[in-house]
């Protein structure tokens, strides 16, 4: 069955934005190609990411989304093509860099120190925003004055009573979660989401959806994600990529109607090779 079909897991987000009014664009690219020794992994990409919204990043294997995901947060230069964040031209810049003005990324792989307690994982990212990298060699007592923010963020993931468990201890969806608080400890303007939901049960899905909708309040969040009950719960637009390029772009009704796009999901067109069932991992 199309698993476009299925309709979308609710018929409008809960995060109290209303009838979106805003039409500030946050982050933007123009003809953004890249290239892997004559391979053609992202062609010529237009996307417009409007200030205060979730936007999708979606498409079947091989579409390059996790190519051009790399491309925005930096992880990757462009053969060519323009990058502009808030109004700024980040084409040249490094990770960090842009992760200083605000544009932050978690990974599809978690990334937390697995030895280190919830708490100590949450510190010490809060450390690192604040650039005090000598703090590692302090006391204990001059590191708690990171306590109370770290908790604010665990206890903002559903993470409260989990502090004093390492990393390692947690299940799949907590380390998700924990993550993301890592994130958020870097205090970001748009939060970057690689696959948040990946590999996680249905119970966990769930939860991550909602706090992917809690985090997003005040914020702009973009995320590639192969769950489309997850893509139609969340995303105010989405962009469809395949083979490279940008196939469709609109809310989930527009994109789950259009005929090219159940083509390129269900392997249907001829000029698409290698078909994938809607909903099943996508990555690229």
């Known amino acids: 069955m199309n698993a476009f079909n299925a309709g979308p897991l609710c018929s409008a987000r809960i995060r109290g934005l209303g009838a979106l009014r805003v039409s500030d664009t946050i982050l933007e690219t123009e003809g953004l190609t890249k290239e892997f020794r004559g391979f053609v992994a992202v062609s010529d990409v237009r996307l417009q990411v409007k200030r205060g919204t979730i936007h999708g990043l979606i498409g079947p294997n091989g579409a390059g989304k996790t190519t051009c995901f790399n491309l925005l ?29 605000g544009l932050v990324r978690s990974f599809q792989i978690s990334a937390v120190f697995p030895h280190m307690t919830v708490l100590e994982n949450v510190r010490l990212a809060l450390q690192r925003a604040r650039g005090d990298s000598f703090d590692f060699w302090r006391s204990e007592s001059v590191l708690a004055r990171f306590d109370d923010r770290a908790r604010d963020l665990i206890a903002d993931v559903g993470l409260t009573g989990y502090e004093t468990l390492t990393a390692g201890q947690l299940p799949y969806g907590r380390k998700r979660a924990l993550e993301i608080a890592t994130t958020l400890a870097l205090d970001p303007t748009m939060l970057l989401l690689d696959e948040p939901t ?9 939860r991550i959806m909602a706090l992917v909708q809690r985090v997003a309040q005040g914020r702009t969040v973009l995320l590639v994600e192969h769950n489309l009950t997850v893509v139609s719960g969340l995303c105010d637009t989405i962009t469809v990529l395949t083979r490279g390029r940008v196939l469709a772009e609109g809310d989930y009704a527009a994109v789950s109607a259009n005929p090219e796009v159940q083509a390129a999901y269900l392997g249907t067109d001829p000029g698409i090779s290698g078909g994938t069932t809607p909903g099943a991992s996508t990555h690229a």
Do not use: C, S
């Not at 930096?74 to 093509?81: E, I, S």
């Not at 990946?198 to 769930?206: F, K, N």
């Open 198 to 206: 990946a590999g996680m049960t249905h119970e966990d899905v769930a």
């Open 73 to 101: 947060t930096k992880f990757l230069p462009p053969t060519r093509g323009v990058i502009r964040y808030d109004g700024r031209d980040i084409t040249a810049m490094k990770p960090a860099e842009v992760a200083r003005l």
